[in-house]
């Protein structure tokens, strides 16, 4: 099944990112916001983030809205290090399956293509 999905782990707690809103655009000169979830309490989205004729060949990105996660678990500053965490990335087999996790602390991320 051709569909696009993500999870959020926070490694400041060690726990999956429960509540943190996610949004997705379709990049073509302009930007495209094709849907916008908020990760369950396993750090995943209830449903696939794209899935059949809305997954298709192209630039996407998608939106992390960590700040306000870390804003309920710990003390920050005024202007957080890591608000919003923009993953831009190519979609060129949209027959697959592709999988965008995001690690993230208040002061680091990283990601990579799962499966």
Request: aromatic letters at 14%.
């Amino acid at each position: 099944m051709t569909k696009l999905t993500t999870h959020c782990l926070d490694t400041f707690s060690g726990k999956p990112a429960k509540g943190v809103k996610v949004e997705v655009y379709y990049i073509s000169g302009k930007k495209e916001k094709l849907n916008s979830i908020i990760l369950n309490s396993n750090g995943r989205s209830d449903k696939p983030l794209l899935e059949g004729d809305s997954f298709k060949k192209g630039k996407y990105e998608l939106v992390f809205f960590v700040g306000d996660y870390f804003k309920n678990l710990t003390a920050l500053p005024t202007i957080p290090f890591l608000d919003e965490v923009v993953i831009q990335f190519g979609i060129s087999e949209p027959s697959e399956h592709y999988h965008v996790p995001l690690l993230v602390s208040p002061w680091s991320y990283s990601t990579y293509r799962g499966s």
